[in-house]
Structures are given as structure tokens and as C-alpha cells.
């Protein structure tokens, strides 16, 4: 770890100027991925802007939906009653990332920039094409047991880690990005990127923007939804392969569908084929598992994460048949 | 003269529990001394070769650096290192900085002192090596054909390979991955040299003599004047059974400053610095005839070690006599890969090999169509069938039952698949342990004084089991005090002698001294009221309770009979140690796991339900302490049956999982509720108080009662651990 300057931010107003004038600089929240970024020298900005003092910890219903700060902490949105209530699926993804103490640090705006788990990454004494451009892909002819299978390429096969962005992403939520100048919305499914020809960017935050919001719309899913994490021990690990799941049922029809997956891209990843497909059928299993089929389409394994192309067709049946009170 | 026999179990509480949960335990890396400074080792990146350049200049520089020491500037400066040309000492303990070679990835390379940590890391961070890399092996199955054989001669009774006559027979191969020693706290050490001459080490150890006479050695020194002293260890394993080069670095690199010095590994060094349960591969041939009679039993192991060293443990060794079966071969041999060396890891050697055998016994059972137990019963030794004399005490047959009504063995439909529960696959499995019941030498020492007050000293550490508590609670029925009376020190050289806190040894070495001590302190005081009251009476005129003494109604106090005498303190030093019993029966203690599972029916996901141990350890000296003492040995087991595995890439021979995040030690939501019942007879043969020990037989099991318990809920029969469900595939029917 090397030495670094600490500033500490007051207002949203000063963060975005420090952004403009520090380019090498990094924000720094619950520090629960970046601080181990840095201890392992993967990481080393030269200025850390606190901005946990910052007015962004809310969490509020508006017109458009609900309005999240980009500070409000996993926990708190967890336990949170309007998301427990018409947004279950996002409570459930978060409680099912990381642990209790992990969840009380991390922020939102955090867990989406919260970088690959790949080990390749993390060790600098490995070649890695996210944290040294060109160096090549430990992964790629070795331990890929948690890599990706979908949209990946020799480049770079991580995935994203987290739990937050499977649901958020299934959920259409939007994200509210600043800079010194201007303001600008995108859809959070627009917001992480794939590794194409610069792993080294897991999305399209500039490095003069902060994350201020995310807004989740209104939705009909909160009475079907599941969250289903298949992971290597039953908490505080990382997912081989998760689904979130919302469906809006008229009877047994299914007026609409959402349908994303985490563990398997550099991108949450979400499955909109299988989505169209189910609109309008009727829960059963077999038309859950069909879905299951359409979504795999393209997926290809790396050698120790092939079982990933027989286990995420599983979990989506299970997201499914969870989602609809089947099983 | 009671017998401690009849002991009662006490639930009394950990003699250190409050202070290592309020932080007032002072661990090895927490000793505050005037001057200290901060050691970081600096790890090799390659797994094999010779350092041709390291840059040290850059750290040396570096604000608060004391010193790098590497091979560059280590000279001759450790007497014992220069004695011989070999790269280990002390037979498997690797010199540190000995030369510019690189055995395996992550050996240290170089130590920085500075004055502060954080200077100290930073400056680890400029160090940068060059090396003429060597092809490297860490690929144990691609090297099978380089194996040697440690012990010489194989194993056989009667007929080789004799499974293959059996009219029912089974061939299986079974393999584990390294487990990696992670307990809580970290391998660290404090040393400080008052003078040239004396040193005094706060060390992670299990045995502080065996530490003491390593340090001693290095710089040929009279023992005595090197103290080592470790009351407090969080949590060892095996780990600490023997020192390893990050404490050699630290008390050479204490030496050469002058200055104290504290070293304590990061949980990425813990990886390859303190050893691991190795990767074994096994085969297993086994037969029976159709009514389940055992015909023979082939059981080869191929374990990995270091190039520099020659670990071996017992793997094959319980599959020798843990059943009734005329011909038995094994076989263990070793494969020398470029990585760092092993070490003993709770339940060493039988923890592997019983995973092997255990499984192989549910597998025949079930091609015989016999319930597991029923096999097991069948075939159950009275007489050990590798010397041929009986067992001083076995109660597995106990066990068995006991286990089973409690889990409701006998309710489960024995065909696999065919339970289920809340949506997911149920499957019940079962499997036995041993390891030997050993008893060392120790000597304890107990003290009086004038306040009533019993103080009993042993210099045995106490890695987690309650060893403190377990003494007292042999004094506590000796006296028939209360335990608010008695202090128990131990964990130090100046205290007396004993064995190396390992090899479920303690209680069995430990308590027996505590016990002869005790017997022999109220033989004093026998001997003292009969100085001080001019009277002739005998011990058994004496009946001891916590205030004192009853003498034919009339009662005598502890602190009167001091006074009465002048003396501040009464004092007793007793050893104790084994003697011809042992060649007259063979000592073991047993155990039995019994794990119910959940597995998810789509995604093939685990959870254990619910685990019951039964055991036969002897008396119980401590039940409450006994108790967590298995509780931990199942969380262990957990782990090894389906979490913990130490992953390298072979390519590079660097583990890709050396971190908490990334190797899967079981977490809380992995522990399901667990029963533990002893069979709680008393040893007559093993030591007055009865106790065989219980430490390693905890472990030993468990991984094959979960394998077992997986087959009957998915039909699914996987040999090799960790059992994650990819290997599983429960979507693959």
C-alpha cells in the first residue's frame, strides 16, 4: 500500500469539481472492495475523496418510482419497508451478497462499481488484461471455475460480482450520473459494459462522474419474485450462478416477465429473449424451462465453468417455479 | 484412595473464556515491548529456480527501514545453518535465507524490519527479484510415477489383493485436495533477546519445549537461557507443531538489530508458511462375501510433500485393524512436488484415510444390499487384528447405536433418492473414527497456599480444547474444591515439563500429572498434620472436601493446617507417564458421525442438517469442554468434506485461492445443529483417570458420513473432496 492523499468531501458540488482537477483520484464509500484493492497494490490512487459525509443516503418514493441514493448502504435498503414491499427482489438479492458486516458498509453507488473477484485480477504477479492492458488472461487456459459464459471473449472472461445488479438490472431501474457540468441519466442496463477490446473498464462511468441515484420504476412483480443464488457455501461467497426472477401473473398468465442472471458475464446479464418468450404462456414447468433453454443460447464454457451451462438453466427454472409459487 | 473414576462431569467454564472473548488474552503478537520493531517477509513468485538478482536497495532506503535480511547478507551468522550443507534442519524445518534457491511459490525470500508495520509493508513492496526459473511439478496425479515410499515396506496380512476372490468386491479411487491450515489467529511471533545469551520468544506454538530447543539450537545456547512462553493460542490444528522459517527469520532478525521484534504472516502467507493437510490419492479394493463377511482389503495412498522434506502420516494406517478382515495390504507413498511442505492437520493421516475406507464400506454395503451399520457390526474387531491383543477399552459397537436412534437412523428409506423434505433431496449418511489413544510424559505441579488457594502449573500450551479447564476440573475432584479456587498456569518453559499439545496426547498426559499431583500433595498433607499434631494417622482416615479435611468428624481447614505446620505453601511436583500396559493392549478412542443433508433437487446445492457425533474418548473429564471440542471437529469436517480446498494453478504453481474470500472455510450458515454423545466409560488400562482423548477422532469421519449422506439423497457416489456440486451434477442423470 502506498501513500495516498485523503480528502473528505462536503457536498455533492465539491466531490464533481475534485473529480475534474484529480483524474487519478479515486471515491472512496464503505471502502469494502477498494480498500482491499489497494492493500494488494492492484489499485493505487494517489488521492481517496471520502464522500460518506455527502446528502446521498436516502431512500424515497417519487412519482417516477423509487429513488435510492447512491450512499443509501445495501443494508438499509434491505431492511427497508418500501423495498421489502414492492420491491422484494432487490432485499433478497442484497441479502444474499456478502455478509451482515459487508452489507452495513457497502453503498450502492459502491456495490455497482465493486470490481471483478477474479483471482487472475488480484494478484499481481499473474498476467491480467483488466489490471495490466495487454498482459494477457490468467483465466483464460486456467482456474476459470468462476468465470464467465456469456459475451466473454479471449480478452477477458471475469464476471461481475454482485448480487444488487441482478436484481436492478431485472428490476429496469435507471442510474443518475454527475459531473462538474452536467447531469445525465442511462438505464442501468447501459451503465456496466462487457470486456470487448478494454476489460479494463467494467463500465461507462467517466472518470469525472459520480454516481448520484438510482430510480426504480414502478412495478407489478413484488407478489412473484425470487432471488436464487448458487454459490459454494451458504453465505459470504460469491455466486457461480444467480437469477432474479419477477413475473406479473393474471391468473396463471404471464402479463410480464423479468429475468436477469449474475456469475456469468462482466455485465449483469440479463436474459431478455427468455423474458419475451414467456410473456403471455402460462406458468408450468415446462414452459419455464424452455425460457431456461432460449436464455442459454450463445453460453459457452471455459473448461472448469462448463458445469455453468447445465447449472444456470437449473437455477432459471428454480428462479421461476419459486417466482411463480410452483415449488 | 478414591479413584478419579468416578468423577463427576463438571460443567465448568473455560478457565480463558472471558479473556479471549473481551480481549484481555494476550497473544503472541501482542506483547508490547520497549522498542519493538516490525518484520514482513517478502514471498518468492516462482515455484522453482535461483534468485540471479534482489533489489533491496530501494527498501533499504525506505523511511524507517531497519534492515533486509536475505541470503544476500545472512553469512554464517546462524551457527546451526552453517553446521551442514542441508537446506532443512531439525529434520524438516527449511532454513530460512539459506540460499539463493526457490522451492516452491510463496517461500520467503527476504524480511524487512522497520519501526512501524506500515513502513515495514511498504518497503516489503519495493523489494523485486529476478530468477532463472526451473521447470516446476505441483501436479500431483502427473507425477504419480516419481513416488517413493517413505516407510520402506508395504503393509500385508495374509493374501495380497485378496478383495478381487470376494464374490461382492469394489475398486475406488479417491482423492482430496490440500486443506489449508487458517485458524483465527495468525502464525506470529515476538521475539526478544535480553543479551547475547538470552532470549525470550512469545510464540504461536504448540509445544513451548519444542520451540525452545529449535531457538537453542540455531545458536547452539544452553536451552535454559532461551524461554518460551504461549498461554494463550488461537486456535492451531497442527499448524503450530513445529516451528516453520518465518519464526527462524524473526528471532534471527532480532539477533542481528539487537532490537524485539514481532512478525505476524498476513492470511495470504498462512497459504504456504505453516503447512496443510496434503493432497492424497487412494485407491481402494474391498470385498466381501454375499452375507457380508470382509475377505480382503487393498487400501494404496499416494500423498503429497515438499522436495526437501519427507512428510508422512498415517493414512493408511486405521484401514490396517479397523475392521475384522483376514488379508489386508496398503501401501503409502510420497510425491516430492515444488511446493511447500505439509504438516499434520487435525485428525492427520486418519481423517484422509477413513474418508477413503469409511466411504469404500458405505459403498459395499449398499452392493450388498446391507444396511451400514449392520456391515460394519459384522465385521467389528475385538481383537486387533495387526498385534493381536485386545483393546484396553472399545465401545464403537455403543456408539453405533447410540448415534443411530438419536438421528433417526433406522426411520430412513436406505434407497438412495427416495427421501425428500421441503423440496429438497433428504439423505442420511454415517461413518466411524479412530486414532490412537496416546499418553505422554508430563510432569504437573501443585500449590497450596496459606489462603486455601490450589495453583497448578504445566508448561502444555492449549490451542483451543480447554486444557486449563480439564485440569482444573481433575484437581476439582481430587479436592472436591470449587473452581473459583484453583488457578492453573500454563504455556510457558519455566513451568514443568510437557508434551506438545497434539495427538488427542493432553488430557490423557496432562490430566494424569494433574492427578498423580494431586494424589501426592494430599499424601503431604497427611504427612504434615501428622509433623504438626504429633498423631499417626493414615490417608484414607482423610476425607477431603474445598474448605479442608474431615479426620474421623473432626474437620480441619487447608489454611488452619498451614498455619498449624508455619508454612506459606505446600508444594508437589509429580511426572507421569505410561508404563507394560501398553504392551499388553492396543489404545484407541472412537467415534462415529452420523450427517443428515439437504440437496437442492435442480441446482445440487448442499446443506447438512443436522450432525450427530457418538464417541468413546473414556471418561469425560469435562463434558461442556468435550462437547465444543467435537463441535469444532465437525465445523472442521464440514469444511473438508465440502468447502475447503487449496487450489493451485499448475501452470505457475501458485495457489489462485489464498485468501478468506476465495478458500471456503465453513461459515456459520454451513453448521447445522449438532449432538454430541459419549459413550463416557472409563479406560481401566490407559492412566488413573481414565481419559483417552478426543481431539482428533472429532474430525475423523465426518467428510465419509457426508459423502455417504449425499449418495442416499442423489444417488450420486463423489470421491473426491471437496464435494461441491459441480461434482455432484445433480442435473446429469
Known amino acids: 500500500m502506498i501513500n495516498f492523499d485523503y480528502i473528505r468531501m462536503q457536498s455533492v458540488k465539491s466531490t464533481v469539481k475534485a473529480l475534474a ?204 419474485s425470487y432471488y436464487v443464488k448458487v454459490r459454494d457455501r451458504n453465505s459470504y461467497a460469491f455466486a457461480l450462478v444467480s437469477v432474479a426472477a419477477g413475473l406479473e401473473l393474471e391468473g396463471k398468465t404471464i402479463k410480464n416477465a423479468r429475468l436477469a442472471m449474475g456469475g456469468v458475464a462482466h455485465k449483469p446479464w440479463r436474459l431478455y429473449d427468455a423474458e419475451n418468450y414467456l410473456q403471455g404462456k402460462e406458468i408450468n414447468t415446462e414452459t419455464f424451462k424452455e425460457a431456461a433453454k432460449i436464455a442459454m443460447k450463445g453460453a459457452k464454457g471455459y473448461g472448469h465453468n462448463d458445469f455453468k451451462l447445465d447449472l444456470a438453466p437449473a437455477s432459471i427454472l428454480e428462479a421461476l417455479m419459486k417466482a411463480a409459487h410452483l415449488s | 484412595m478414591e479413584n478419579l473414576l468416578n468423577l463427576i462431569p463438571d460443567d465448568t467454564d473455560r478457565t480463558d473464556g472471558i479473556l479471549k472473548v473481551t480481549g484481555g488474552a494476550t497473544y503472541s503478537a501482542e506483547y508490547k515491548i520497549e522498542g519493538l520493531t516490525y518484520g514482513v517477509l517478502v514471498q518468492s513468485t516462482i515455484a522453482k529456480g535461483k534468485i540471479t538478482v534482489l533489489e533491496t536497495k530501494k527498501a533499504e532506503g525506505a523511511p524507517g527501514v531497519i534492515k533486509v535480511l536475505s541470503h544476500l547478507n545472512l553469512n554464517n551468522s546462524v551457527p546451526r545453518y552453517a553446521k551442514d550443507d542441508n537446506v532443512t534442519i531439525d529434520r524438516n524445518i527449511q532454513k530460512v535465507f539459506y540460499n539463493d534457491q526457490v522451492y516452491f511459490a510463496g517461500q520467503p525470500i527476504a524480511l524487512v524490519i522497520a519501526d512501524t508495520y506500515e513502513r515495514a509493508v511498504y518497503a516489503a513492496s519495493l523489494i523485486k527479484a529476478n530468477y532463472q526459473e526451473e521447470k516446476h511439478h505441483t501436479y500431483l496425479e502427473k507425477n504419480l510415477e516419481n513416488s517413493i515410499s517413505p516407510e520402506g515396506k508395504d503393509y500385508l496380512r495374509n493374501e495380497k489383493d485378496a478383495y478381487k476372490n470376494s464374490e461382492v468386491y469394489l475398486e475406488a479411487e479417491y482423492h482430496q485436495l490440500n486443506n489449508i491450515h487458517n485458524p483465527m489467529e495468525l502464525g506470529s511471533i515476538t521475539a526478544n533477546w535480553e543479551s547475547d545469551e538470552k532470549l525470550t520468544v512469545y510464540d504461536k506454538t504448540q509445544g513451548v519445549f519444542g520451540s525452545q530447543k529449535h531457538y537453542a539450537g540455531l545458536y547452539g545456547m544452553d536451552s535454559k537461557n532461551v524461554r518460551v512462553i504461549a498461554p494463550f493460542v488461537g486456535g492451531a490444528f497442527g499448524m503450530a507443531l513445529h516451528t516453520w522459517p518465518y519464526q527462524d527469520a524473526a528471532v534471527i532478525g532480532a539477533k542481528i538489530t539487537k532490537l524485539p521484534l514481532k512478525l505476524m504472516l498476513t492470511r495470504m502467507q498462512m497459504f504456504t508458511m505453516v503447512g496443510y493437510r496434503p493432497e492424497t490419492k487412494q485407491f481402494i479394493g474391498i470385498g466381501a462375501s454375499k452375507d457380508g463377511v470382509l475377505n480382503g482389503i487393498t487400501h494404496n495412498a499416494w500423498g503429497v510433500t515438499s522436495t526437501y522434506d519427507n512428510f508422512t502420516e498415517g493414512t493408511v494406517g486405521g484401514t490396517q485393524f479397523m475392521y475384522k478382515c483376514p488379508n489386508v495390504n496398503t501401501q503409502y507413498k510420497l510425491v516430492k512436488l515444488d511446493v511447500s511442505n505439509p504438516i499434520w492437520m487435525r485428525g492427520p493421516g486418519e481423517a484422509t484415510g477413513m474418508f477413503a475406507l469409511e466411504c469404500a464400506m458405505d459403498e459395499l454395503a449398499f452392493k450388498l444390499n446391507m444396511d451400514p451399520i449392520a456391515f460394519r457390526l459384522k465385521n467389528y474387531a475385538t481383537v486387533h487384528p495387526v498385534n493381536n491383543l485386545p483393546w484396553s477399552s472399545k465401545f464403537l459397537d455403543e456408539c453405533y447405536e447410540l448415534g443411530a436412534k438419536k438421528i433417526g437412523w433406522y426411520n430412513r428409506n436406505p434407497k438412495p433418492k427416495s427421501m425428500t423434505e421441503d423440496g429438497m433431496l433428504v439423505g442420511y449418511g454415517m461413518a466411524s473414527g479412530v486414532f490412537n489413544a496416546g499418553r505422554g510424559a508430563a510432569t504437573a505441579r501443585v500449590i497450596l497456599d496459606e489462603n486455601g488457594k490450589l495453583t497448578i502449573q504445566s508448561a502444555i500450551t492449549d490451542i483451543g480444547p480447554g486444557t486449563g479447564v480439564m485440569m482444573k476440573s481433575v484437581a476439582m475432584d481430587s479436592f472436591k474444591m470449587d473452581a473459583i479456587q484453583i488457578i492453573v498456569e500454563l504455556g510457558d518453559t519455566n513451568l514443568p515439563p510437557a508434551p506438545t499439545q497434539g495427538g488427542s496426547n493432553t488430557t490423557s498426559s496432562v490430566g494424569s500429572a494433574v492427578y498423580d499431583a494431586c494424589t501426592a500433595l494430599k499424601e503431604k498433607m497427611v504427612e504434615v498434620y501428622n509433623q504438626s499434631f504429633g498423631e499417626q494417622k493414615v490417608y484414607d482416615d482423610f476425607k477431603f472436601n474445598k474448605e479442608g479435611f474431615n479426620i474421623k468428624g473432626k474437620s480441619f481447614s487447608y489454611v488452619d493446617l498451614l498455619k498449624k505446620a508455619g508454612l506459606k505453601e505446600l508444594e508437589v511436583t509429580r511426572e507421569s507417564r505410561s508404563g507394560t500396559e501398553r504392551q499388553k493392549y492396543v489404545f484407541n478412542s472412537f467415534s462415529v458421525h452420523f450427517t443428515k443433508v439437504h440437496v437442492h433437487p435442480l441446482t445440487g446445492m448442499v446443506k447438512v442438517k443436522e450432525v450427530v457425533c457418538a464417541l468413546d474418548a473414556g471418561k469425560i473429564i469435562s463434558e461442556k469442554q468435550a462437547r465444543s471440542q467435537m463441535i469444532g471437529g465437525v465445523v472442521g469436517g ?10 493451485y494453478d499448475h501452470r505457475y504453481g501458485v495457489y489462485t485461492n489464498n485468501n478468506f474470500a476465495d478458500y471456503h472455510v465453513p461459515v456459520h450458515a454451513d453448521i447445522p445443529p449438532i449432538d454430541v454423545l459419549f459413550v463416557n466409560k472409563p479406560d481401566p488400562y490407559i492412566n488413573p483417570i481414565g481419559a483417552k482423548g478426543l481431539g482428533e477422532v472429532s474430525i475423523i469421519g465426518l467428510a465419509p458420513s457426508i459423502a455417504n449422506a449425499i449418495f442416499h439423497a442423489t444417488g450420486k457416489r463423489v470421491r473426491d473432496l471437496p464435494i461441491t456440486l459441480d461434482k455432484i451434477a445433480i442435473w446429469r442423470d
Open chain 1, 21 to 224: 482537477k484529480f483524474t487519478d483520484a479515486k471515491m472512496i464509500a464503505g471502502g469494502s472492495n477498494l480498500i482491499d484493492l489497494m492493500k494488494r497494490n492492484v489499485t493505487a490512487p494517489t488521492k481517496l475523496i471520502d464522500i460518506n459525509l455527502l446528502p446521498l443516503k436516502y431512500i424515497e418514493q417519487s412519482k417516477e418510482g423509487l429513488r435510492i441514493g447512491a450512499l443509501a448502504l445495501n443494508s438499509q435498503a434491505a431492511d427497508h419497508e418500501i423495498v421489502k414491499n414492492k420491491f422484494p427482489l432487490l432485499a433478497m438479492a442484497i441479502n444474499a451478497g456478502a455478509s451482515p458486516q459487508l452489507r452495513n458498509m457497502a453503498s450502492f453507488g459502491g456495490n455497482m462499481m465493486q470490481r471483478t473477484r477474479c483471482t487472475y485480477f488480484y494478484d499481481t504477479s499473474m498476467p491480467c488484461n483488466k489490471r495490466e492492458p495487454n498482459s494477457g488472461c490468467g483465466a483464460l487456459n486456467g482456474i476459470n471455475r468462476m468465470h464467465a459464459i456469456f459475451g466473454a471473449n479471449d480478452n477477458c472472461i471475469a464476471v461481475n460480482p454482485s448480487d444488487m445488479n441482478v436484481a436492478l438490472i431485472a428490476l429496469d431501474a435507471q442510474v443518475v450520473l454527475l459531473n462538474a457540468k452536467k447531469e445525465r441519466k442511462m438505464a442501468f442496463a447501459d451503465f456496466h459494459k462487457l470486456a470487448e477490446d478494454t476489460p479494463n473498464l467494467d463500465n461507462h462511468l467517466q472518470s469525472n462522474e459520480m454516481i448520484v441515484e438510482i430510480l426504480i420504476p414502478e412495478n407489478n412483480f413484488s407478489k412473484n
Open chain 2, 638 to 647: 464440514i469444511g473438508m468434506a465440502l468447502t475447503e480446498e487449496g487450489v
